[in-house]
Every structure is written in C-alpha cells, then in structure tokens.
C-alpha cells in the first residue's frame, strides 16, 4: 500500500467536502448538526471512498471547527434568529424549544435564546397564539354561530402548536372586537 496516494486520497478528500461545505453555507444558514449530515450524506452518495464512516465523521467534525473559528458557522446565531423567525410565525416557546433541539442546537443556547425572547416580549406566547388564530381563522375569527362547534377543534390546534390549556381558553374566549384591537397592539 502506497502512503502517499492515501495522503493524496485523504486531502482530496478534504478539499471537496470543504467546497460542498462552502457551497451549502451560501445557499443556506445551517446549523452545526444539518451541515454535518449534509456533508456525510454527500460523502455517501458522491463519494466511492475507502474511508470508514468514522475517519470521515472525523474529518467533517474538523471542517466544521474551523467554519466555526472562522465565524462562518455558530449555533448561537442561528438559535436566535430561527426562534425569532418562529415567533413571527406563532410559535409558542415549547415548540421553538423543541424545533430548535430537533435541529441540534445545545439547550444551553436554546435557553439563552427564550430567556432573551421573554426579556424583549411581554407574554410572547399570548401574542403568538393571537397570531395563529389570525393565520389559521379560528377562536374568534370563526363565525359567532359556529365557534361553539369548532371550540373542541380549535383547542386541538393550540395544543398541538404547544400552547397550554389556559392560555388556549383565554385566546379562544376572546370577543372579535378585543381580539381585533390586540391585534392592532402586536
């Protein structure tokens, strides 16, 4: 077995997972973890390689380190902004809190990030049911004569998006007129 065709192998190797993993960080704002599947899924597929998946998982992790030396790449950035983005969307906490440990960000982060979502809003899940409601027309939006036959319906929803009980109650009791004038206040 020759080395050096195996250290050519393994730079070569090496420099295109670096170039898919460039190329995927000007399409998209990953995560640590999506990128990292991303590059071992192209290793897979593209790549007729001796390497074990363990050597591989080895060299990405090493890529990864230095994006994230660099700055091109951090959890904690892309934490914030996709709770933010899943704020504007009416998300409750519970489920940013889950989207974003799906997405493989440590908790540590995801706690700063709702801790700091809290600071900033004042009852950001009320506001985000508010916008559920508005987006999927229910609770209050719903016609006087059938918001008793939906009521069950409705709260399924809620609870679904992550919403608790009471809260859900509260929204889903409101009036078209109160629930229009907080509307205009978000």
Do not use: W
Not at 73 to 89: M, P
Not at 159 to 170: D, H, I, M, Q
């Amino acid at each position: 077995m020759n080395p050096t065709l195996n250290k050519n192998d393994f730079e070569e190797l090496t420099t295109n997972l670096k170039d898919l993993a460039y190329g995927y960080l000007e399409k998209y704002s990953p995560s640590k973890q999506q990128l990292k599947i991303f590059l071992l899924k192209k290793y897979l597929n593209k790549f007729n390689g001796t390497k074990s998946k363990k050597e591989v998982s080895l060299i990405i992790d090493s890529i990864i380190k230095n994006l994230e030396k660099n700055s091109l790449i951090s959890d904690e950035l892309y934490s914030e902004s996709k709770a933010r983005t899943f704020l504007r969307r009416g998300y409750s906490l519970n489920k940013i809190n889950q989207s974003l440990r799906n997405k493989g960000i440590d908790s540590e982060f995801i706690k700063k990030t709702i801790d700091k979502i809290k600071e900033e809003k004042n009852e950001p899940d009320f506001t985000s049911a508010l916008k559920l409601c508005k987006r999927r027309r229910i609770g209050p939006l719903r016609p006087t004569a059938n918001r008793e036959l939906y009521y069950k319906k409705d709260m399924g929803i809620l609870a679904r998006g992550g919403f608790s009980f009471e809260l859900s109650k509260r929204v889903l009791d409101l009036e078209i007129k109160e629930f229009n004038k907080l509307f205009k206040l978000i």
